[in-house]
């Protein structure tokens, strides 16, 4: 069984088939330049240098290419380095696509979609209803394929929808507890909250913020769209600025990217449900990685904290 490159040792030998995420030019202290690449495959990333590069290899080795490559897994600064012996482009012969080497959501999207359309048939809620089933409609394909992050948590195919997926199961659970939250004002938020990234951020593959990202971000965006919405389907009311409110103050404060606190119940909740899934994606890929008795490397989103894994094991 082929390995991924998070399950190599430090001082192993690697010798396959990666690709390029990330390619970014530098000039050393002997004014020469080379390159820092983000190399990823389906397990994990691992960064590795190129140096005393030509012109010719900033041009051959760009994000999107895959490549092969023989080296050392080093250690640098408490991380993984991949050193590198030789690289070349792969070719058409050696039987490999960009495809093979993205991470994918553990859950297949045909069951994605089922749970999103189960979520829609139980809201009661007419306006809400209409809404929520305009965009799933309007974005089905998007919303299947994209991450729900360019970094961090769920960023990988199909993240965005399985983060959605995640969070609608916590709700069903929390709904049960709390039964005097409004169901269909909570799915209807958690389903919209994070549509915006289909357009602020540009892909799959090697994803980065667009232009639009930077300059708007997907909360301001997503409130216009369903202001929109609302208005192609000539829906009024209370429940489109309702849920207008939930995705505006879904980050739970200004220096988090909402321009507005939660102010309605179930907007609160909808913060922390996103806050619950996000982090336990980031914990539990990063245990993943590592033995029990041992931490795993510093994530930054966690306040910068590297977390143990017990010895003893789950009961």
Do not use: C
């Not at 897994?73 to 012969?93: C, D």
């Not at 829609?120 to 394929?145: C, D, G, H, S, V």
């Not at 202001?227 to 009024?236: F, N, P, R, T």
């Not at 606190?261 to 899934?277: N, S």
């Amino acid at each position: 069984m082929k390995r991924g490159i998070k399950h190599y040792s430090i001082g192993e030998a690697f010798d396959d088939f990666i690709l390029i995420k990330e390619a970014n030019r530098g000039v050393a202290s002997n004014g020469k330049p080379f390159l820092t690449l983000i190399l990823r495959d389906t397990t994990g990333e691992i960064e590795a240098k190129l140096w005393d590069i030509t012109k010719e290899d900033e041009d051959v080795f760009t994000p999107e290419q895959i490549v092969r490559l023989s080296g050392e897994v080093n250690q640098f600064r408490g991380k993984p380095q991949l050193k590198i012996m030789s690289i070349r482009p792969a070719q058409t012969t050696d039987g490999v696509q960009v495809d093979d080497f993205v991470e994918k959501a553990p859950v297949a999207k045909e069951m994605l979609m089922e749970k999103l359309t189960e979520s829609i048939f139980e809201m009661k809620n007419p306006k809400l209803q209409r809404i929520t089933r305009a965009f799933i409609k309007k974005y089905q394909e998007a919303l299947l394929t994209y991450p729900a992050a360019a970094k961090n948590h769920h960023e990988y195919v199909s993240g965005l929808a399985h983060h959605i997926v995640s969070m609608l199961a916590l709700a069903k659970e929390l709904h049960r507890l709390y039964p005097e939250v409004n169901k269909d004002l909570l799915y209807a938020g958690i389903i919209l909250h994070d549509l915006g990234k289909l357009k602020e951020l540009s892909g799959v593959v090697t994803t980065s913020y667009t232009l639009e990202g930077k300059l708007l971000g997907h909360i301001p965006m997503m409130v216009g769209e369903i202001g929109k919405m609302a208005d192609e389907l000539q829906i009024e009311g209370e429940e489109v600025m309702i849920l207008q409110h939930l995705v505006l103050s879904h980050h739970g404060k200004a220096e988090w990217g909402s321009p507005k606190p939660p102010l309605v119940r179930e907007a609160e909740l909808l913060h922390l449900i996103d806050l619950i899934d996000a982090k336990m994606n980031m914990l539990n890929r990063s245990l993943e990685n590592v033995k029990p008795g041992e931490f795993t490397e510093r994530l930054f989103a966690m306040d910068n904290r590297a977390f143990y894994k017990p010895l003893f094991e789950e009961n």
